[in-house]
């Protein structure tokens, strides 16, 4: 146990719309399960924009950032899972444990969560400023900060071949695509698939669908560099989603429409043309979070009548405990080659940049480099 406090640079949200702020923060003690974290990489995902944007009501201050991974340094007493040295993923949903969907092995719904307050689950903070105000940490976790200190439920042990650039992506992007196929739509090999929205949750889908043998694999987007990604990717089609014949070409492609269409954009327009896109009986995947307030309208006749399903998919379905290592081993299995989706690397001092870059709507996730190193 470390008895002085210790201090980190931090990127911190003030107000939507403008650029994050610098700050020196204090970290919170490590006690009982909490654990501290040197961060060794982040990703810059939607959610993050989200909240820098204001689609989403946030009250700052607040460090940002939620896909992360890097070394354990310092355990509380009551802390048994990891250890100082420990290579990890960080969990932007940080289970209780004991309620009942957690009991049920749901942890992904868990209901007492304090992740979602981007509190610790005492409901004291992170971080820590200079003045000793609370700063919030962005779904308990901030990743844009030197170190963090989470629960222990919230960082997952991972093989130390794991690359941390491809580890923080399994804190957001991988497990939340990869489990959108393998949890939340359970598609078998063989299944058609259509991928609407080809950032870096649809690039994990499509891999997803090649580790458990989709086929035929479509995917839609607006950018043509992303469409040649997604084709590299696996997928055998590759169509603009601003061609009005698209949906016809999704179906005609698929014999009757998809067996499963996945939405990993957010946006109503793509949601509201989802279940079109699959086939009787086929299932419309829900992944990309909308902003607030957004609404959708539906054809409850077409859903009826085809006995379609709307699935609504948060965090992959995924158990990170599980799931984690489960997609680290495949990984360095060379079954799923999640390199594939690292982008350019940066710096903190740069994050707004890499937000910039997810505005763009193209290319890879840019990644937050702590270190230089592996
Ligand atoms: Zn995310
Ligand atoms: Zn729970």
């Not at 944007?53 to 896909?67: A, Y």
């Amino acid at each position: 146990m470390t008895a002085t406090p210790q201090t980190v640079r931090a990127r911190i949200f003030y107000t939507p719309g403008e650029a994050l702020a610098d700050g020196e923060l204090r970290l919170a003690k490590v006690r009982d399960d909490l654990v501290r974290v040197r961060l060794r990489a982040s990703g810059v995902c939607g959610s993050d924009l989200h909240v820098a944007d204001g689609d989403w009501t946030v009250q700052g201050p607040l460090v940002l950032g939620h896909e992360g991974s890097g070394i354990v340094e310092d355990v509380g007493p009551g802390v048994r899972d990891v250890r100082p040295g420990d290579r990890v993923v960080l969990s932007w949903f940080a289970p209780c444990r004991r309620c009942r969907n957690c009991a049920g092995g749901r942890v992904w719904l868990c209901q007492n969560t304090r992740s979602l307050e981007n509190t610790l689950p005492d409901g004291t903070t992170s971080f820590v400023s200079s003045a000793g105000t609370p700063v919030p940490a962005f779904l308990g976790l901030g990743t844009f900060s030197e170190a963090t200190v989470v629960p222990e439920s919230a960082a997952v042990k991972i093989p130390d071949e794991v690359p941390f650039s491809v580890a923080a992506l399994i804190g957001c992007a991988v497990t939340t695509g990869v489990g959108a196929v393998v949890n939340t739509a359970q598609v078998r090999p063989g299944d058609s698939a259509v991928v609407v929205g080809c950032g870096g949750v649809g690039q994990a889908i499509l891999l997803g669908l090649g580790l458990v043998g989709a086929d035929p694999i479509v995917a839609v987007d607006l950018s043509d560099e992303r469409l040649a990604l997604a084709r590299e990717l696996g997928a055998a089609h590759a169509l603009r989603g601003d061609d009005s014949g698209s949906g016809d070409h999704v179906r005609s492609i698929t014999g009757w429409g998809a067996d499963h269409a996945f939405e990993a954009i957010g946006r109503a327009a793509t949601i509201e043309m989802l279940p079109s896109l699959v086939r009787r009986g086929g299932q419309a995947v829900i992944v990309g979070m909308p902003a607030e307030g957004v609404a959708v309208p539906l054809d409850p006749f077409d859903l009826a009548d085809g006995g379609k399903r709307i699935l609504g998919c948060n965090y992959g379905s995924s158990v990170p405990s599980v799931d984690f290592p489960r997609l680290a081993r495949l990984y360095a299995s060379g079954r799923l080659p999640l390199d594939r989706l690292v982008g350019r690397t940066t710096t903190l001092d740069a994050v707004d940049g890499a937000l910039d870059d997810l505005r763009r709507v193209a290319g890879l996730r840019t990644i937050i480099r702590y270190e230089d190193g592996p």
